[in-house]
């Protein structure tokens, strides 16, 4: 969180035309993203006036992108979501999407590794991943694929310095501040403390995406 603002102070917004259905907004951190997205969701949600024209709400690490139709008036559009931002409180709580518990083998050929640069053991890496609830901040790289926030500060690590060709599906792993699940196999560089059997993403499923924005994630260690 930025340290100039205080934590309960509205986010900075810096809001930018995206093309011609669409606006950008900028903010301080992945905090005040939260915040700001706990607030617009209910509204497009509730598809009131001009938000009917709202299709989708994208948070990323430290900008949310708001989709509009063509027709939309992006100056109208721009003034509500102005004042929709002002009332965004850092740290309140968003919309609940219950506890997600996500079994997992702590099996990861980084786990020494993450011990090594945090000062842990490998017993109190995995009690750390496990003894604090993450939260989905928003989804990126991959089809289901989320970066978790929110965890034991004493977790974050460097990415490595040269991503592995192939990280198995349901791997999962630790980069800079965030936890992430790969949900297929791909190349990719965090650092790998565990395996998943959990889909993370099912074109079956409604919503396809198992971790979508506002749900708290709690890892189990199993065995097997």
């Known amino acids: 969180m930025s340290p100039t603002r205080p934590a309960t102070a509205p986010p ?4 930018l035309p995206m093309g011609d259905a ?6 301080d ?5 939260l915040a700001i ?16 024209e709202v299709d989708d709400v994208v948070p990323a690490a430290r900008t949310l992108l708001v989709v509009a139709r063509p027709t939309t008036d992006l100056a109208d559009l721009s003034r509500v979501v102005a004042e929709a931002a002002a009332r965004a409180t850092p740290g309140a709580a968003g ?5 997600l518990r996500i079994p997992v083998r702590y099996d990861g050929p980084d786990l020494e590794e993450v011990a ?13 991943h496990t003894g604090t609830p993450w939260r989905v901040g928003f989804g990126g790289f991959a089809p289901g694929f989320a970066y978790l926030v929110g965890g034991d ?9 040269e991503p592995r060709t192939r990280v198995p599906a349901g791997a999962v792993g630790l980069a800079g501040a965030f936890s992430g699940i790969y949900p297929r196999e791909s190349p ?18 409604r919503p396809p995406a198992l971790l979508v924005p506002g749900t708290t994630v709690r890892f189990t260690e199993v065995t097997r």
Do not use: F, M
């Open 12 to 15: 900075t917004v810096r809001l």
């Open 22 to 27: 669409a606006l950008l907004l900028e903010t």
């Open 29 to 33: 951190d992945i905090e005040a993203v």
């Open 37 to 52: 997205d706990a607030v617009l969701a209910p509204l497009v949600a509730a598809g009131e006036g001009v938000w009917a």
């Open 95 to 99: 919309p609940q999407h219950g506890i």
């Open 116 to 128: 090594r640069r945090t000062g842990l053991t490998p017993g109190e890496v995995v009690a750390a």
């Open 153 to 161: 500060p004493r977790l974050e690590v460097a990415r490595h310095d």
């Open 188 to 205: 990719g560089g965090w650092q790998l403390i565990g395996t998943t059997d959990v889909v993370l993403w099912d074109v079956d499923r």
